[in-house]
């Protein structure tokens, strides 16, 4: 996967290129708000900074420069070292969602409405009247986390408990909560797709029936729960995955797997461990086939994955706890139930060809293309074109030259890519561009050399994915 | 309620101690390999005293521990912040026995045996054999250290994360 001159991806270096990236985002964040909103913000952003440079870019040099020395000297760490190097980027994460927090004192830029482009697609997936037609807005958050809120339930509980009214009139809102550092980053909205799979869930009450099958009782017996919340979360995964393919895989993976207890269940959620495996063995049995790069990616991702829950085993405690069944009900038959029920509702499915269609984009991302549509190789136009006057001058069949007529102008069109398209693009170039040049350019004699330049590789990367992602809503029209 | 349970309703101040510690615990066994690679620079003695200090720090919380507790308030800052951390390692300890290399009751006399192994390395004139010998076992210490302090700095982290009304990923 990488083509890094000194370095090979390995665990710690797929960790420290993300922690990288998450700090260069924030720094990103910081640069957004002093364009907008500077000089209001200008004592804490001085602050920002000095901490993102003294403290948390900082705190890679160490690991880098023994990852480094040990890919250049072909010798392993020692596990005392490796142990502190993957440790030491674990902790800069929760460095970064600690800073992450203290963003609300800033003044926040508006979401970019590129947001609303997928969003509006995603919701297009679902022929339910109730989906598609539902406003959507997104509010930014603190907390380094992605979620959606029953804002509705909530203001009509408010209003319910204050006696003022009840119930509140109007439709329910799909409101998705963002982190603000990752707002501008088009891989990350690949997370809407759970967030809004949380919402069908309850118009449908698709937990309910789903469980009801488990336990074989009517829905209105079906208790709440742990189990329950499990499965909403199983079906909110699945609908991420059927939209949005591996990306979703990646993103999910992004985000927890610098955590400490990747085996470990909570109430409301499945382990993330249980929760990535569900997603492997969904994906290889769907849109993977086909697809070369994205199947090698993901396996290199999840092996990634799976080595670091083995770190997380052998030195932080933690272990994959249960899960494994609900209700005695193992859960490979529940995510079985759980694609019974989407494929009834008809939700559309990221296919095989759409992301071989990912693949090829992310060539032309690579040159720094926009890909809001896949231009079809154009063979032989001129001389066809001549065909075609040739066959006009002699009066040949009309449907002949039609057909040839047709053939010209098929591959003149150039067809629309969906934003799921463009995102597993984006992750493709990440993957295969962006993290071995991140891991070259921190050879550079210190950090801070290298943050200029991958501030602007995240900017022109998110801009061509934007734009790309705007641009198809044309295409369309053109059609 | 204990002073630990009074704080654990601000987890916060928790999370992000720890995750200092961490990074002292980490940055001692990254002083040491420097060490090791014979870099005796001032970085690297840096990073050796930032070891130094979590040894200091874990020393008088478990002094802190043993005596019979005062009201916080008259705790001086930097007590409170010891006492705290060792609260927060002994349950851990009792939490999971099986997983940690040493118990809490060797902790103190590990930690005050691999504070002087880190003083003697941060001495100006070159350690005797002895504890040259001693250094991979230090170093193994503090990287078992940072994972202690990373794991409760991630169950502050997902604690603080949640909430009813949200659905979180």
Redesign the interface.
């Known amino acids: 996967m990488s083509v890094s001159t000194t370095f090979n991806l390995n665990l710690p270096e797929f960790l420290i290129a993300e922690v990288f990236d998450g700090i260069a985002r924030l720094d990103c964040y910081l640069d957004e708000v002093e364009l907008t909103v500077h000089p209001r913000s200008g004592i804490p952003l001085r602050l920002f900074r000095d901490t993102l440079h003294s403290v948390l870019y900082q705190?890679l040099e160490?690991?880098l420069r023994?990852t480094r020395q040990s890919t250049l000297k072909k010798a392993p760490l020692?596990?005392?070292?490796f142990?502190?190097v993957v440790?030491?980027l674990?902790?800069t994460f929760?460095?970064i969602?600690?800073v992450h927090?203290f963003l609300k004192y800033l003044r926040v830029p508006e979401p970019p409405h590129e947001i609303f482009t997928l969003l509006k697609e995603i919701q297009r997936a679902f022929p339910e009247d109730g989906i598609s037609a539902n406003e959507t807005d997104v509010l930014l958050s603190e907390?380094l986390?992605?979620?959606?809120?029953?804002l509705h339930?909530?203001i009509e509980s408010q209003l319910q408990q204050a006696k003022i009214l009840t119930p509140v009139p109007g439709r329910e809102t799909i409101v998705i909560?963002l982190p603000y550092a990752q707002v501008n980053n088009p891989l990350m909205w690949t997370?809407i797709a759970?967030?809004v799979g949380?919402f069908v869930e309850k118009f449908h009450s698709l937990g309910k029936k789903i469980l009801a099958k488990v336990l074989a009782c009517p829905i209105d017996q079906v208790p709440e729960g742990t189990e329950l919340d499990w499965i909403?979360e199983l079906i909110?995964d699945a609908v991420g995955l059927r939209l949005l393919g591996p990306a979703y895989l990646y993103s999910?993976v992004s985000?927890t797997i610098l955590?400490?207890?990747l085996g470990k269940s909570?109430v409301?959620?499945p382990s993330d461990l249980l929760r990535v495996r569900m997603a492997s063995s969904e994906l290889k049995s769907t849109c993977l086939t086909g697809a070369p790069t994205s199947t090698s990616l993901t396996k290199v991702i999840l092996d990634l994955f799976e080595q670091k829950f083995s770190f997380n085993e052998k030195?932080?405690?933690d272990k994959l706890f249960g899960g494994s069944t609900i209700h005695s009900h193992p859960i490979e038959s529940v995510v079985e139930l759980i694609t019974q029920e989407l494929d009834d509702l008809k939700i559309g499915k990221l296919s095989s060809e759409s992301l071989a269609k990912a693949e090829t984009l992310a060539l032309a991302l690579a040159k720094g293309q926009p890909v809001s549509a896949l231009r079809q190789e154009r063979k032989d136009l001129q001389s066809k074109a001549e065909a075609i006057q040739t066959s006009l001058a002699t009066s040949a069949p009309i449907d002949d030259i039609r057909k040839d007529f047709f053939e010209i102008r098929d591959c003149m069109v150039e067809k629309p890519s969906t934003c799921a398209e463009i995102i597993n693009a984006g992750y493709i170039h990440r993957y295969q561009n962006v993290l071995p040049q991140i891991l070259d350019g921190l050879a550079a004699p210190t950090i801070a050399d290298y943050v200029g330049e991958h501030k602007k590789t995240i900017n022109q990367v998110d801009r061509l994915l934007k734009v790309s992602m705007q641009v198809t809503e044309i295409h369309k029209l053109f059609l | 309620m204990s002073i630990k349970e009074q704080l654990k309703e601000t987890l916060g101040h928790m999370t992000d101690k720890n995750q200092e510690l961490a990074v002292f615990a980490n940055n001692a066994v990254f002083g040491i390999s420097r060490y090791k690679n014979g870099i005796n620079d001032e970085k690297t003695r840096g990073l050796l005293q930032q070891g130094e200090e979590l040894c200091t720090v874990l020393r008088r919380g478990a002094d802190m521990f043993r005596k019979p507790q005062p009201e916080p308030y008259s705790i001086v800052k930097s007590d409170l912040s010891s006492l705290l951390t060792f609260e927060f390692l002994s349950e851990f300890f009792k939490e999971n026995e099986q997983n940690v290399p040493f118990s809490l009751d060797n902790l103190v006399q590990k930690t005050t045996e691999e504070q002087s192994v880190l003083e003697k390395l941060l001495l100006p004139e070159r350690p005797t054999e002895d504890i040259n010998k001693r250094v991979d076992e230090c170093q193994n210490f503090f990287a078992s250290l940072g994972s202690i302090f990373v794991r409760l700095a991630n169950d502050g982290l997902r604690q603080r994360e949640k909430s009813e009304r949200i659905h979180y990923v």
């Open positions: 705190s160490e690991p023994l020692n596990p005392s070292e142990q502190a440790n030491q674990g902790s929760i460095g969602s600690g927090r907390t986390n992605y979620g959606e809120i029953d339930s909530a909560i997370i759970h967030e949380h909403e909110s999910f985000i955590q400490s207890a909570s409301t959620h030195y932080l405690g």
